[in-house]
């Protein structure tokens, strides 16, 4: 039987780690050809590239700091040469903040933001010529964009945008075929507990109508449902994957 995704080009940024990490693998056994890229930790590239011979070969780990416009140039200049396009762009890079609004400095603001919102902007513009026509973006943002969040003003407003990102960003490319869409995860479990103690973490599951924390797995099953043909006529929408908060 034919996979979902076979013969889908994918571009997965922050690729190697949590979240990142499951959406490369969840694509290539769905049979994408997949291109997953990271800025720093050597040892978690290598694993994943470890784990992803295990789905076939072809499939790439690459190193790029994808708020730089010229590194990204490199980094699709190589999807070029080796895959010719794409069909699957997921923007995954993002970090997180904490910071009561009256202490927030601008630099803390504007890291925040580059990292979440910039890097999806650059990555996207840069992308739109190598994407075939009926191509999928998948954006990855949080649910708490939709609620807000105590010191997380600026984390809250950079997810935010990524939600208007992908609205609009859907009816400028929509001619072409290409769909964009946004995975909005609650609190994952990337680490045990979440890296949160033992009462936050019993506080959150009694908020969720699953009564579990998320697992990567589970965002990552929505974001390939986004990427192939079983959601061909969904754009421009917000898939929320927090349990039921």
């Known amino acids: 039987m034919q996979q979902p995704l076979s013969n889908k080009r994918a571009l997965v940024t922050g690729g190697t780690k949590g979240i990142g990490r499951a959406i490369a693998l ?27 011979k295990e789905h076939g070969d072809g499939h790439q780990v690459r190193r790029a700091d994808v708020t730089d ?16 396009g794409l069909d699957v762009l997921v923007n995954n890079v ?39 026509d009926g191509s999928s973006i998948v954006n990855v943002g949080s649910s708490v964009a939709l609620r807000g969040r105590a010191r997380g003003v600026h984390y809250t407003t950079s997810k935010a945008a990524l939600i208007g990102f992908t609205r609009a960003l859907a009816k400028d490319v929509g001619e072409r ?10 609190l994952t479990e990337t680490e045990p507990g979440a890296g949160l103690p033992a009462h936050m973490v019993e506080r959150i ?4 109508a699953l009564k579990r924390l998320g697992q990567p797995e589970d965002v990552a099953e929505a974001v390939a449902f986004l990427a192939g043909d079983a959601s061909r006529y969904v754009t421009g929408a917000t898939l929320t994957v927090d349990g039921g908060v």
């Not at 416009?69 to 895959?83: H, I, K, P, Q």
């Not at 075929?177 to 609650?186: E, T, W, Y």
């Open 205 to 208: 599951v009694g908020m969720t």
């Open 177 to 186: 075929g290409i769909r964009v869409n946004l995975v909005a995860p609650g």
């Open 26 to 52: 969840a694509l290539a056994r769905g049979g994408a050809t997949v291109v997953a890229c990271y800025h720093s930790d050597e040892a978690s590239a290598a694993e994943l590239a470890r784990e992803l």
């Open 69 to 84: 416009s010229g590194e990204v140039e490199s980094l699709l200049a190589g999807v070029r040469d080796t895959l010719g």
């Open 94 to 132: 993002g970090v997180d903040g904490v910071a009561w609004f009256s202490e927030l400095s601008q630099a803390e603001w504007t890291r925040v933001m580059t990292h979440n919102v910039d890097s999806a902007f650059v990555v996207t513009q840069a992308a739109l010529e190598l994407l075939s």
